[in-house]
């Protein structure tokens, strides 16, 4: 599974967990789900860390492989591919 889906499915769990956890609590239904967003996001900073960090790897190379692909067809429609094949005949 990909780790910006664990990440996202983490955040969701949290968000509904503490909103299960207020619904308990008398208050205006808006306001639940506004402490609940702000205290889900707080948690996940510390709680999701792991997954955070992966993520990011995960995107990095992602966006390296993107850039270092681009370059090479870049290169390639300059004529500057070195290793390009020859046309057939």
């Known amino acids: ?26 208050m205006n239904i808006f306001l639940k789900l506004m402490l609940a967003l702000v205290f889900s996001a707080a948690l996940s900073f510390f709680l999701l860390k792991g997954w955070r960090d992966e ?10 492989r993107r850039r270092a692909e681009k370059e090479r067809l870049r290169s390639a429609l300059a004529g500057e591919d070195e290793d390009r094949e020859t046309p057939p005949n």
């Open 1 to 26: 599974m990909s780790a910006a889906v664990k990440y996202t499915l983490g955040r969701i769990g949290l968000f509904a967990a503490v909103v299960a956890a207020l619904w308990l609590v008398d």
């Open 55 to 64: 993520m990011a790897e995960e995107m990095a190379t992602a966006a390296e």
